[in-house]
């Protein structure tokens, strides 16, 4: 009885398996959100550059977006570059804003001397900004935009 069963569900997986690898040659090729071919390169004048500079939010309580790069700061979990910068000891003399009070409460609301680890990494809600195109359209209005 059980060797029926999984002969059964090998069956059931392998003509599955089948059917999809048939319906996704069929359909010709995959297409990236951008319209061109996955394999394809991009010129490098149609690399999208990131943006430099402080932005506008768009929404209260929004995180501020990066105004930098940061794609080569080291950020795991023992160290976090961008505190070298940002923390509330050294912002002052680094001209740097400075990390909101929240970012130095733990779960329970308690004031700490240091970054929540809650809070520790950064680009979990703060991004680089970059001046590419919407990969899909949407109608959002900034509430700046609105006034």
Not at 17 to 27: E, N, V
Not at 46 to 67: A, D, F, S, T
Not at 90 to 102: H, Q
């Amino acid at each position: 009885m059980k060797l029926q069963v999984l002969v059964g569900i090998s069956a059931l997986v392998v003509s599955t398996t089948l059917a999809g690898f048939a319906i996704a040659q069929s359909s010709g090729s995959v297409q990236s959100l951008r319209s061109g071919e996955l394999p394809d390169t991009l010129r490098a004048e149609q690399v999208h550059k990131q943006m430099e500079g402080r932005m506008k939010r768009n929404y209260r309580q929004q995180p501020p977006l990066i105004p930098h790069s940061s794609s080569q700061y080291q950020m795991d979990k023992r160290t976090n570059q961008c505190l070298g910068c940002h923390d509330w000891t050294v912002a002052g003399e680094r001209g740097a804003p400075t990390l909101s009070m929240t970012h130095y409460l733990d779960r329970e609301g308690n004031q700490l001397d240091t970054v929540a680890g809650t809070r520790w990494f950064c680009n979990q809600c703060h991004v680089p900004q970059a001046n590419a195109p919407e990969l899909v359209g949407n109608d959002f209005q900034p509430s700046n935009a609105l006034r």
